[in-house]
Nanobody, 125 residues
């Protein structure tokens, strides 16, 4: 069983930065066996892929709108995944979700079997 808890969301001005963190609790499966992803969603819209990272942190994927502004990282020693978000824009406002998958690193949300409760990010103009 995998439990994910996001933190770090909040209100920030356009051009500002935030770092989200996801703490992962596992039973029966080591954290470094999981590939991790971040997604975001706004009301009335489909869930959007943000970033993903493989089990050892050496491979990453980013959504097109996030490239050059967001950075995903993980710390297998303390079971956490971070999403550093820079140069934030109002259109980045959303609920951000952390998710885990035992499949390969991917942007397909259906491949992720465990999700956190989400953390709200609001970017003011």
């Amino acid at each position: 069983q995998v439990r994910l808890v996001e933190s770090g969301g909040g209100l920030v001005q356009s051009g500002g930065s935030l770092m989200l963190s996801c703490t992962v609790s596992t039973s029966g499966r080591p954290f470094n066996s999981l590939n991790m992803g971040w997604f975001r969603q706004t009301p009335g819209k489909e869930r959007e892929f943000v970033a993903a990272i493989n089990w050892d942190g050496r491979s990453t994927l980013y959504g097109d709108a996030m490239k050059g502004r967001f950075t995903i990282a993980r710390n297998n020693a303390d079971n956490t995944v971070q999403l550093q978000m820079n140069n934030l824009k109002p259109e980045d406002s959303a609920v951000y979700y952390c998710a885990s998958t035992t499949y390969g690193i991917t942007y397909y949300s259906d491949a992720y079997s465990n999700w956190g409760q989400g953390t709200q990010v609001t970017v003011s103009s």
